[in-house]
């Protein structure tokens, strides 16, 4: 497995520091990492999930528009963020793991390192009531 | 190649007694082809008794930087070849966000810090922000990677036929890493080092020290062991030593080291003047 540029390795391991849920993406979209508090909105340990493919994590953390309808993969702010190399944000709700449905906010933005390299993708997500 | 140790402090230079057994010097390193590749691994104030090894026999010479602190570029300006107008030298380092090599460069090597300007050099000088992908110098074979510490700063895995040296002077790969070394693939480095036959590595603090200077960028001797280790690395030189450690304290670290650890590869301290010759398998 090729080793992770040291830009999304430091991003890790800040996230793993936070309190905050956090979710990071490589180039493609794959997952490469949720921290502690993510796990705990997800419903799963990252250690049990690994890294996957967007279309993987995307179906098994279905998202739903404020109205109730599926959101799709492309308006999910990560996914925005990915593909149009920009900041996003949005509200949506989405199901873990453990069967639950959150009202999140997420914040997503591009990674991008030294001489413009796409590095992928970070969302921080905000839980309805959280402090 | 032939490999030899210019200067092995890390910081700041430390003449004097105490450190007369491991040297003073900062950070640089000759590597020399089979072929007459002349490789420079750092400008620290080592390099200058290097430049006065350079004959005319040298039609260039290639100065690998692998980041802009002052301990590993302070000794360029005094870098004889330098001001030999028939000189041909190429200088690689990383560029920053906004600024290229030359920009950043010129900023030391221009008044008011130092009298004679980059562009005022007689030599035939080129510059090179550092590529990311492989690039090839004479009959060697270079790659170049970011690696945990401030600021823009590039390791080098250098390789002739079957033969790889690695090089990360100033490397954390320990920073913020619950469980190191874990996984090789979120390992800062792991692939510069990957079964090289020779490391030189950051060891700059002992065990004791390190909790107090996580983020300056820098390794624990233990960190160093272990990443050497899950690197499968053939051979260790342990480099960029604290200024404040006299000879008796990096000869204690190094024991301490060897005692410590069930070792799967030589350990070596970093000394000044040593020579590696890395035979092709």
Redesign the interface.
């Known amino acids: 497995?090729?080793?992770?540029?040291?830009?999304i390795?430091?991003m890790?391991?800040?996230a793993?520091?936070l309190a905050m849920p956090i979710f990071l993406v490589d180039p493609a979209g794959s997952l490469l990492f949720y921290n502690e508090p993510a796990e705990a909105l997800l419903g799963r340990r990252f250690d049990e999930t690994g890294e996957m493919p967007l279309e993987q994590w995307a179906t098994i953390f279905p998202a739903t528009a404020e109205d109730g309808s599926p959101l799709p993969a492309d308006a999910r702010p990560l996914v925005i963020a990915l593909q149009k190399r920009r900041a996003a944000h949005r509200g949506f709700w989405i199901r873990g793991l453990d069967g639950v449905s959150r009202r999140i906010e997420a914040t997503a933005f591009p990674l991008e390192?030294?001489?413009g390299?796409n590095l992928g993708a970070v969302a921080i997500f905000w839980e309805e009531n959280s402090p | 190649m032939r490999i030899t140790l210019w200067g092995t402090r890390g910081s700041l230079a430390a003449a004097g007694p105490e450190t007369v057994g491991y040297g003073g010097h900062t950070s640089c390193v000759e590597v020399r082809g089979r072929d007459g590749t002349f490789l420079v691994l750092d400008a620290g104030t080592g390099i200058r008794r290097l430049g006065a090894t350079v004959g005319p026999e040298v039609a260039r010479v290639d100065i690998l930087l692998t980041h802009l602190h002052m301990d590993h570029i302070q000794g360029l300006g005094f870098f004889q070849p330098l001001y030999e107008s028939e000189q041909e030298i190429h200088v690689w380092g990383?560029?920053?966000?906004t600024l290229d090599l030359r920009a950043r460069l010129a900023r030391y090597l221009s008044p008011p810090l130092f009298p004679v300007r980059l562009r005022d050099l007689p030599c035939r000088l080129t510059l090179h922000d550092v590529p990311?992908e492989g690039f090839q110098i004479g009959g060697l074979k270079i790659v170049a990677?970011?690696?945990?510490h401030p600021g823009?700063t590039v390791g080098y895995r250098i390789t002739e036929g079957s033969t790889t040296v690695a090089y990360l002077p100033d490397h954390e790969p320990a920073?913020?890493?619950?469980n190191f070394p874990g996984?090789?693939?979120?390992?800062?480095?792991?692939?510069l080092a990957d079964g090289v036959d020779l490391l030189i590595h950051d060891a700059q603090y002992s065990a004791a020290e390190y909790p107090e200077h996580i983020g300056w960028g820098h390794s624990a001797i233990s960190h160093t062991v272990g990443f050497a280790a899950a690197a499968g690395v053939k051979r260790l030189v342990t480099f960029h030593h604290d200024p404040g450690h006299d000879d008796l304290t990096l000869d204690r670290l190094i024991e301490e080291a060897r005692g410590a650890f069930e070792l799967p590869f030589q350990l070596l301290a970093g000394v000044e003047g040593a020579r590696f010759n890395l035979a092709g398998r």
């Open positions: 497995m090729a080793q992770k540029d040291v830009e390795i430091l890790r391991q800040l793993s520091y390192g030294q001489g390299r | 990383p560029r920053s966000a990311l990677a970011f690696i945990c823009p920073l913020g890493a619950s996984a090789p693939d979120w390992t800062s480095g792991f692939d």
